[in-house]
């Protein structure tokens, strides 16, 4: 067009909207992208019971919304509002799929995988590398896409839906999100099968918190001495184990300086764990005592503080129920020394 077109004026126009709007996209995926992440070890539970609160408060009475979360999940280390984020963007496009079909089911998992690298070392699979993973899955028996559809799914402002009821950006932001987290999404579908999103995040790695702290360890339950033993020694503890409380006594009594702390049952054949306890803290007064016990009322409770256990500990108790009880326990006390000179 000649330079005197009347067109002129607002093709500039158009042209700056055009690049100002090519910034406001930039912005908006920097935005969702490059947020500095706020991790934490997380446990991917408590976030998809969050998520799935708030999606069953928005969904209709009529779809069906499920959750399958095995407890071998492993814990990742996890942006926690971006991981929830994930799960309401995948949840929304689930119920936009079964949206007007008479039976919609979304359901949301969660599970632990392994993933494998060929024999050369190659990454298999998805192109991750080869590890433990936290598998989150949330599946829908909706529409489903095609093959055409499903090739841009993840692409910024692809969207199948009405003008005001998408924008595209909710597939484009999870897979930034799996992106930062060195993790990885994939998808299955078929037109009218459904459609299933699985995000894979690496497991996070199993933090020692023992420092090779001494643990007497005394409970008349060979499977629980065992199970217990083997644990906390895998945690950095060291351990030893007693099924008979003569025994655990006499171990202790021939060196009582040769342990950190000591977990003891309640009920036993022979001295009972108070008993133990109280023949043990008569020697070291100062040696954390956690008392387990199935049955624990408040009067039991009362007489263990008064002997000087310093916790006690409901059973069955899982691993991470012990581990929280002793860690605080085993905490060193440092003592600072004395500044030589005053500190003006
Ligand atoms: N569960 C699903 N079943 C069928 N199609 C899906 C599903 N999830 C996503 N899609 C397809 O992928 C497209 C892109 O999804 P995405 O979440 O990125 O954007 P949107 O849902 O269209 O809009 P927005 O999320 O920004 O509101 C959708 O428009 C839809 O065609
Ligand atoms: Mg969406």
């Known amino acids: 067009m000649e330079p005197a077109h009347p067109a002129q004026e607002s093709l500039i126009e158009i042209e700056k909207a055009g690049l100002r709007a090519r910034d406001l996209v930039q912005q908006i995926l920097a935005f969702s992208r490059r947020q500095p992440l706020r991790t934490e070890i997380l446990d991917l539970r408590e976030v998809v019971t969050e998520a799935l609160k708030l999606l069953r408060s928005t969904l209709p009475a009529g779809i069906e919304l499920l959750a399958t979360l095995a407890t071998d999940t492993p814990q990742v280390v996890a942006d926690r509002t971006q991981i929830h984020q994930v799960l309401i963007n995948l949840g929304t496009n689930a119920f936009h799929a079964v ?149 655990a006594l006499a171990a202790f009594n021939a060196d009582p300086s040769g342990f950190d702390l000591m977990v003891t049952d309640l009920s036993m054949p022979g001295i009972s764990g108070l008993e133990v306890a109280k023949e043990v803290l008569r020697l070291r007064p100062d040696l954390p005592v956690v008392l387990a016990s199935g049955y624990l009322t408040q009067e039991l409770r009362a007489q263990a503080l008064a002997v000087g256990i310093r916790e006690v500990l409901h059973k069955p108790a899982s691993v991470d129920d012990l581990l929280a009880t002793i860690k605080p326990l085993l905490v060193v006390a440092i003592t600072v020394p004395q500044a030589v000179h005053p500190i003006a």
Not at 131 to 139: D, E, M, P, T
Not at 167 to 193: E, F, M, N
Request: proline residues 5%.
């Open 99 to 247: 949206r007007g079909s008479a039976h919609g089911r979304i359901e949301i998992s969660m599970t632990g995988v392994s993933v494998n690298s060929d024999p050369n070392g190659k990454p298999i699979g998805l192109g991750l590398p080869s590890g433990h993973y936290a598998r989150l899955s949330v599946g829908d028996n909706g529409h489903g896409m095609d093959e055409a559809t499903r090739e841009h799914i993840f692409d910024p402002f692809f969207t199948t839906k009405g003008v005001g009821e998408g924008t595209g950006l909710g597939l484009a932001v999870v897979s930034g999100i799996a992106q930062s987290h060195g993790g990885k999404i994939s998808v299955y579908s078929q037109p009218d099968k459904g459609t299933v999103f699985h995000l894979y995040l690496p497991a996070a790695p199993q933090t020692q918190t023992g420092t090779g702290q001494r643990i007497l360890y005394l409970d008349d339950e060979e499977v629980l001495v065992r199970l217990y033993a083997r644990t906390l020694e895998r945690m950095g503890y060291r351990v030893r184990g007693y099924t008979n409380s003569h025994e």
